[in-house]
Antibody, heavy 120, light 107 residues
């Protein structure tokens, strides 16, 4: 059974940093692209960042480019999202999502999400 | 960036109704279109891949069609478990944008 478990969310002040982790199990993590998708309060889903199976191809949404960094450790079956220079508008539930292939960013499985609140 | 739109934004329907949601892309995305169902407090659930292929375990009352720039999600006979928000997403090119969502609520 595919499982994705996010951790690392919490309350942070504007300008601060936070690192989210996503522990994956139930599939060969190193063979799939992965993404982070967020949902701000009262808003829809927004794709944030994605990387391919070996981490050699990385993409970020313009809204987070230069502030967020996605990475993975295939030896630990873990996906990360380093979030710097956080803003109030980054407040959201952040979902970890499994891709459909090595470089496919259609998400066939999702975690339950981690809440990030940016507020003073 | 490719912009995705959905219509309607909200849809009120009854159990047993046939429901159709439309998704449009600002440029051709071939068949690289996915549909998801999302309920409050839950993880989104994948419904349709490649515009028309049902994900494993999804009931056959769900179907998808389209290619290029116009796509539809149809629920042939709405069930109580189907009241939720539905999103389309293009995965043709980064950023892999979602539509704004269509909320299906009880009439």
């Amino acid at each position: 059974e595919v499982q994705l478990l996010e951790s690392g969310g919490g309350l942070v002040q504007p300008g601060g940093s936070l690192r989210l982790s996503c522990a994956a199990s139930g599939f060969t993590f190193s063979k799939y692209a992965m993404s982070w998708v967020r949902q701000a309060p009262g808003k829809g889903l927004e794709w944030v960042s994605g990387l391919n199976d070996n981490g050699g191809n990385i993409n970020h949404a313009d809204s987070v480019k230069g502030r967020f960094t996605i990475s993975r450790d295939n030896s630990k079956n873990t996906l990360y999202l380093q979030m710097n220079s956080l803003r109030a508008e980054d407040t959201a539930i952040y979902y970890c999502a499994k891709g459909c292939d090595t470089s496919c960013y259609r998400s066939d499985y999702w975690g339950q999400g981690a809440l990030v609140t940016v507020s003073s | 960036d490719i912009q995705m739109t959905q219509s309607p934004s909200t849809l009120s329907a009854s159990v047993g109704d046939r429901v159709t949601i439309t998704c449009r892309a600002s440029q051709s995305i071939s068949h690289y279109l996915a549909w998801y169902q999302h309920k409050p407090g839950k993880a989104p659930k994948a419904l349709i891949a490649r515009a028309s292929f049902l994900e494993s375990g999804v009931p056959p009352r769900f179907s998808g069609s389209g290619s290029g720039t116009e796509f539809t999600l149809t629920i042939s006979s709405l069930q109580p478990d189907d009241f939720a928000t539905y999103y389309c997403q293009q995965y043709y090119i980064s950023p892999f944008t979602f539509g704004p969502g269509t909320t299906v609520d009880i009439k």
